[in-house]
């Protein structure tokens, strides 16, 4: 069973950048589809960004398309999620999440592992 554990949350003005990482233990991350998803409050957790195995496909929401980059390496175990040209509209937790289904999805029900989350803020 992996653990997940996010960090690289802050607070940041408007415009700014911040990358947020997942590292996994206890279980192989290569052998796990990841997805970052959000929740700002009053909100439903939703889907941001996912990455197959291997990295080679990755899929992004349309409201961050084009602004945040989603990666990883699994020789160290880590997710990372570039974020740039941050709106006031981003801040929310960010989640990282893992399932072991080798296809990439988008909704949270289809995540075996969560993180406990960490927090950005931009300001405006």
């Known amino acids: 069973q992996v653990q997940l554990v996010e960090s690289g949350g802050g607070l940041v003005q408007a415009g700014g950048s911040l990358r947020v990482s997942c590292v996994a233990s206890?279980?192989?991350?290569?052998?796990?589809?990841m997805g970052w998803f959000r929740q700002a409050p009053g909100m439903e957790r939703e889907f941001v960004a996912d990455?197959?195995?291997?990295?080679?496909?990755?899929y992004y929401a349309d409201s961050v398309k084009g602004r945040f980059t989603i990666s990883r390496d699994n020789a160290k175990n880590t997710l990372m999620l570039q974020m740039n040209s941050l709106k006031p509209e981003d801040t929310a937790v960010y989640y990282c999440?893992?399932?072991?289904?080798?296809?990439?999805?988008?909704?949270?029900?289809?995540?075996?592992?969560w993180g406990q989350g960490t927090q950005v803020t931009v300001s405006s």
């Open positions: 999440a893992a399932r072991s289904n080798p296809y990439i999805a988008r909704l949270t029900a289809q995540y075996d592992y």
């Open positions: 206890g279980g192989t991350v290569s052998t796990y589809t």
């Open positions: 990455i197959s195995r291997s990295g080679g496909l990755t």
